[in-house]
């Protein structure tokens, strides 16, 4: 009888590990994929300040020849 109380208490310390290990990997995998999202959305920051740019200059050669800009 104890010597099952030792076996499972030895199961349950080992399935907390492999819980564990788990979560770690699954905690990493979340970390990985919100590194990615910053820098998905860190290139679409840049494209919209690069859209910007190109319509800033566009209604400046608008207003160069005197083209009404909305």
């Known amino acids: 009888m104890n010597e099952d109380v030792h076996?499972?208490?030895?199961l349950a310390e080992v399935e907390a590990h492999e819980a564990n290990e788990r979560l770690d990997r699954?905690?990493?995998s979340i970390?990985?994929?919100?590194n990615?999202?910053?820098?998905?959305v860190g290139a679409l920051?840049?494209?919209?300040?690069t859209?910007?740019?190109r319509l800033s200059l566009?209604?400046?050669t608008l207003r160069q020849h005197e083209i009404?800009?909305?």
């Open 51 to 53: 859209s910007d740019s």
């Open 7 to 10: 076996d499972d208490e030895g």
């Open 31 to 34: 970390a990985d994929r919100f």
């Open 26 to 28: 699954l905690a990493g």
């Open 45 to 49: 920051e840049q494209q919209v300040r």
């Open 58 to 60: 566009l209604e400046e």
């Open 36 to 40: 990615l999202l910053e820098v998905r």
């Open 68 to 70: 009404e800009v909305p």
